[in-house]
Antibody, heavy 122, light 111 residues
């Protein structure tokens, strides 16, 4: 069964850091792009970051560029999201998802984890 | 404000047909980008419902269908069932923003 399991969420103060992890199982991890999507309370989802299967290309939304770093360890079937300089507006549920599609115009997420909650507050 | 606009809520009685619209612009749906739809049941992770504007993943009932025309897309649900009560989100790629964008979501209530 294809599964994704996130961890690492929690509370942080503004300016603080958190590192999210997502462990994949049930598919060939290194062959698949991965992405992080967040959803703040009462808002629609936002794709914040993505990474190709080999890790040679990454994407960041403008809202997190320069503060978040995505990486992956294909030997551990794990993708990470290092979040620095956290702000109150980063408060959200963060989902790990498998990315599909042959190009950015037809990109979609076909498998999602259950999410991990990040709360940034003083 | 989301780049893709959806109605906040729709409702229907069991057995009825409902549609959820997703309005974009010439930089996303109108530029030819595919539209994808996700269903989020209460307390669960989003689930892919429609990809490539009209395609259903394996396991999604054929009661769910997607369409796209011009700068808009629609999700239709026929034979409405109580378990369809959920939040629905559309997603596409925006060339101006160079990234995937989502709609704000539509809450479907089954009366």
């Amino acid at each position: 069964e294809v599964q994704l399991a996130e961890s690492g969420g929690g509370s942080a103060q503004p300016g603080g850091s958190l590192r999210l992890s997502c462990v994949a199982s049930g598919f060939i991890f290194s062959n698949n792009a991965m992405t992080w999507v967040r959803q703040a309370p009462g808002k629609g989802p936002e794709r914040v970051s993505g990474i190709t299967g080999s890790g040679d290309s990454t994407y960041y939304a403008d809202s997190v560029k320069g503060r978040f770093t995505i990486s992956r360890d294909n030997s551990k079937n794990t993708v990470y999201l290092q979040m620095n300089s956290l702000r109150a507006e980063d408060t959200a549920v963060y989902y790990c998802a498998r990315g599909r599609g042959s190009n950015r115009y037809n990109y979609y997420m076909d498998v999602w984890g259950k999410g991990t909650t990040v709360t940034v507050s003083s | 404000q989301s780049v893709l606009t959806q109605p906040p809520s729709v409702s229907g009685a069991p057995g009825q047909r409902v549609t959820i619209s997703c309005t974009g612009s010439s930089s996303n749906i109108g530029a030819g980008s595919d539209v994808n739809w996700y269903q989020r049941l209460p307390g669960t992770a989003p689930k892919l419902l429609i990809y490539g504007s009209t395609n259903r993943p394996s396991g999604v009932p054929d009661r769910f269908s997607g369409s796209k025309s011009g700068t808009s897309a629609s999700l239709a649900i026929t034979g409405l069932q109580a378990e369809d009560e959920a939040d629905y989100y559309c997603q596409s790629f925006d060339s101006s923003l160079s990234g995937s964008v989502f709609g704000g979501g539509t809450r479907l209530t089954v009366l």
